[in-house]
C-alpha cells in the first residue's frame, strides 16, 4: 500500500501540496487529476523520493520515502514513467531495460536481456531491441520507458503525464499499452490530462486543486452528480471537454 | 646573514622581474593584437595566396610548442641569417607571433559571428566592403571577441614564463636565481606562483570589466 | 647569400636520437594523458558533488593549476619534492607536473560534461534504484565522456605541447634532445624548424585520431544526448 499522509511540499514562496491525504491498495488503478499546476506531478515525484517533502509522510508498503535507508526498499516497490522518458541516450532499448535488474535486483545479464526482449515484444517493440532512443520514435521511447519501470517487477506503477509529448497517435499506441496493463491487475497512480482514458481505466479518481486533494471518489461516482457536485471538478470537467 | 639567506632586496629583485613580464607581456600582446588582426582583415577581404599563408601560419604557431618557437628564434635565425638577436629581441618576436596566431582564430571567429543577413542588407545598402567592416562588422565583432581574448591573455601571461628559458629577467628567471642562492625552493617558487597567480586574476577581473562595459556599448549603439 | 643555405641532409643521422626523444615524449604524454584523466574524473566529480566542501577543494585547484605557468609548477616539484625528502627522477617529475596541470583542465572539461546531462536521465537511474556508484559510472561518467571528446582532445594536444617544457629539467625528450643536435650540428635553424613542424605533424595527427573517435563514441547519438 501507498500511504500519503498529511503532506506539504512548497517551492520557495509558491505552496505545491498543502496537506494531501492519499492510500493506495494494492490492485487499485488511481488517476491524479487537475489542472496545471495544481501539483499532481509532484505528488508522483514525492512518493518516489525525487522531491523532500516539507511535512507530512509517505510509506510504500510500510517503507518510510523520507528515510534514506528505507527509501531504496520503497523505490524497489515501485516504477517510474516520466513525460520525457528519460532513457538513458547511450544503451540500447534492452541495455535501457536490462539496466537496474542486473544492478539492483542482481539478475543475471543474460536472464536480464532476455527478460527484457520479452517485455519489449509484449508492447510490440521485438524489432526495436538494438536501437538506441535516439532511433526511436517518440511512442517508442515511451513504450521502452514503461519496460524499463516494469522490468523492476514493482508493486506500483507511477506514471507522470506520459503522454503528454506525445501525438494524438503515438498516445493511443502508449494508452494501449496502460489498458492491457490495468486489465492483469498493476497497480497505477497515472498522473494524466486524458480525461476520457483515466475514466475508462481507473477504480478511482483524485482530483488535486491548490496543492488540495478536494475530491477522492471510484471512478463511477466521480463523473456522477457526486462529483460535479463539488464546483471546481465541474469547471474543470467542462472545460477540458470543450478543448 | 648567510650568503644563502633572502634579504628585503628580493623583494625589489621580484618585482623587476614581474616588471619586466608585464612589460613583455603587454607589449607583446598589443602587437599581436594588430598583427593578428590585419591576417583576419586579409582572410575577410579573401586575398589569393596571402590567405593561404597566413592560415597555414597561424596553425603552425598555434600547433607547436612555444618554447621550440623561442629557440628557432633565438638560436636559429641568428645562424641562418648571421644576425643578431639578444634575448628579449627573441622574446618580442615569439610572444607576438604566438599571440597574433591566436588572436587571428578569434578575429575571424568573431567576424564569422556576425550574421550574413546584416552583410547581406549592408550591401544592398551600397556600403563598400571596408565600410560593412569598419561599421557592421567590427563594433558586433569586438563584443563578440572580448570573452576569448580574456582567456587568450590570461593563457598568453603564463606563456611568457618561457622566456626566462633563453635568459630574459622576467619572473621566473628571477625565481631561478633565488632558487639556486637559497635553496629554498618551495618559498621561492610558492612567492613566484603567487605574483603570477595575482596578475592572472587581475587580467582576467580587468577583461571582465571591460567586457561588461563594451557589451553596454554597443547595447546603447543597437538603439 | 651563399651562406643561406637550408640544408636538412645534416639531420639524418641524427634522426635514430630524436626518434628517442620522441618516443620519450611519447611516454611521458601517454602517463600524463592517464594521469590526468583519472585526476580530471575525479575532480571533476568533486566539483558537481552535493558536498560544498569538496566542490570548493576541487575548485581552488582547478583556479591555482589554470593561473599559474606550467613552468614555475614544474620547478616546484622539481627542486621542492627532494627538499621534503622525495626523491624522484626527472621523467616522474615531468609526468607528475603535466598530470596534475593536464588534471585541473581535465576537470573543466568533465565537469561542464557532467552538468550537460538531463537532470531528468538521473532522475530516471535514481527512482530505479541505482546506487550514487553505479550511476556516476555506467550512466553520468558515459554520456559525459561521450560529449567531452572533442574538448578533452583539445586538453590533449595542449598536453603534448607543453611536454616540451620538461626539456628545462634535464629530461631529453623531443625538445631536449633536438637542443643538443642543433648545439652538436651548429644548424639550430634547421634541427628548430624541423622540431615545430614535427609538433605542428604529432598534434595534427592526434587531433584527427580524436574526431575519428568522437564520430565513433558518438554513431548512435544522431542529435546528442536526447
Known sequence: MISVSGVRKSFGAATVLNGVDLEIRQGEVVSVLGSSGSGKSTLIRCINGLEKIDAGKITVDGFDVSKPRELSEARKRSGTVFQLFNLYPHMTAVQNIALAPVEVLKVPRRQAEDEARELLRSVGLSERAEAYPSQLSGGQRQRVGICRALAMKPSYLLLDEVTSALDPEMTSEVLSILAALAKTGTTMVFVTHEIEFARSISTRIAFLDKGQLIADLPTAEFFSDKGMALPRVAQFLSKMRKD | ?223 | MCRLKFDLSILAKHIPFLLEGAWLTLQACTLAVIGSLVLGLAVGAMRTSASPLLNRLAAVYVDIFRNIPFIVQLFFFYFGLPEIGIYIDAFTTGVVALSVAGGAFTSDVIRSGILAIDPGIIEAAQVSGLRKSTIFRKIILPIALRASVRPLGSVFINLILTSSILSTITLNELTGSAKIVASNTFRPFEVYFVLLVAYAALTYAVSIIIGMLHRYLNRNQSEGAV
Not at chain 2, 629557440?71 to 599571440?99: D, Q, R, W
Not at chain 2, 549592408?122 to 567592416?133: C, K, P, S, Y
Not at chain 2, 618559498?187 to 606562483?193: D, E, P, R
Not at chain 2, 556599448?217 to 543597437?222: Q, S
Open chain 2, 1 to 223: 646573514m648567510r650568503y644563502g639567506d633572502f634579504t628585503p632586496f628580493d623583494i625589489v629583485l621580484l618585482l623587476q622581474g614581474l616588471g619586466v613580464s608585464l612589460a613583455l607581456f603587454v607589449s607583446t600582446t598589443l602587437i599581436g593584437l594588430v598583427i593578428g588582426t590585419i591576417w583576419a582583415v586579409i582572410r575577410f577581404y579573401r586575398v589569393p595566396v596571402l590567405t593561404q599563408i597566413v592560415t597555414f601560419v597561424a596553425e603552425l604557431l598555434k600547433n607547436s610548442p612555444v618554447l621550440v618557437q623561442l629557440f628557432l628564434v633565438f638560436f636559429g635565425l641568428p645562424a641562418f641569417f648571421k644576425i643578431n638577436v639578444t634575448p628579449t629581441e627573441a622574446a618580442v618576436i615569439t610572444l607576438s607571433g604566438n599571440s597574433a596566431a591566436f588572436i587571428y582564430v578569434i578575429a575571424v571567429s568573431a567576424i564569422e559571428s556576425v550574421g550574413k543577413d546584416q552583410l547581406e542588407a549592408a550591401r544592398v545598402f551600397g556600403l563598400t566592403r571596408w565600410q560593412i567592416l569598419r561599421r557592421v562588422i567590427a563594433p558586433q565583432a569586438a563584443a563578440f571577441a572580448i570573452g576569448p581574448l580574456t582567456g587568450l591573455l590570461v593563457n598568453q601571461l603564463q606563456v611568457t614564463s618561457l622566456i626566462s628559458v633563453i635568459g630574459v629577467m622576467d619572473l621566473t628567471k628571477v625565481g631561478n636565481i633565488l632558487n639556486l642562492r637559497t635553496l629554498k625552493p618551495f618559498i621561492v617558487w610558492t612567492a613566484v606562483g603567487a605574483l603570477y597567480y595575482l596578475t592572472a586574476k587581475l587580467v582576467a577581473y580587468a577583461g571582465g570589466r571591460f567586457e561588461k562595459r563594451l557589451r553596454a556599448h554597443t547595447a546603447w549603439r543597437g538603439l
